[in-house]
């Protein structure tokens, strides 16, 4: 018999994946809010840690640890399919190569570890929120969603400056961008979480899923 999957499973998982492509895609616009120098992809990157979030309290770190792999499969197809894009000899008439690598070429190092970082990033966010789901038994869903933004966060943001920046950007200058750019993410997921929290409550009762998976992940626990 066939697995049922829901429409607002599939919605999500679409969600996600188009969330990290695109932010990969507008990363390389730089902004600045007040004095603070930052990638355009801050109004969308934090997006797919609130799915994350949501998945991860819903559907339980397993369904969620799966999704997050589909997004790495996303954004590595999306830059293999920019890059040989970009091999094709373009038309005669057309003017738009250099700006084509401007936008949509990522270098080596880059891509690296922006796949690197989202993979820590997004891994760590998931399993210490199913972590504190287990310790706190269920409730508290708003201050566990805080702290596992923080965590995947810092770490996303971490390891993706130093591993794309170190020896380009003295450390002095990377130590500082760090938490700057961790807390502009934080504090834009830390100002939706009430809708975040009631998009998981409302899935619960759609879904009638509330899943803990144990520490060990053998085990699986309904609750509600």
Known sequence: MATKISFPFVLLVGLFVA???VSNIIAVKLIMLGSIILPAAVIVFPITYIIGDVLTEVYGYRVARNVIWAGFAGNLLAALAAYLGGLLPPAPFWKGQEAYWQILGFTPRLLVAS????VMGQLSNSLT???LKHIT???WMMPRFWASTVVGEAIDTSVFLMLAFTGVIPIGTLLTMIPIHAS???AYEFAVSPISTAIARLLKRVEGLDVIDAPSFLLRTQIG
């Open 184 to 186: 502009a993410k934080i």
């Open 129 to 131: 929120l199913i972590m």
């Open 137 to 139: 038994k269920g409730k």
């Open 115 to 118: 796949l690197i970082a989202y």
């Open 19 to 21: 969330g990290l492509v």
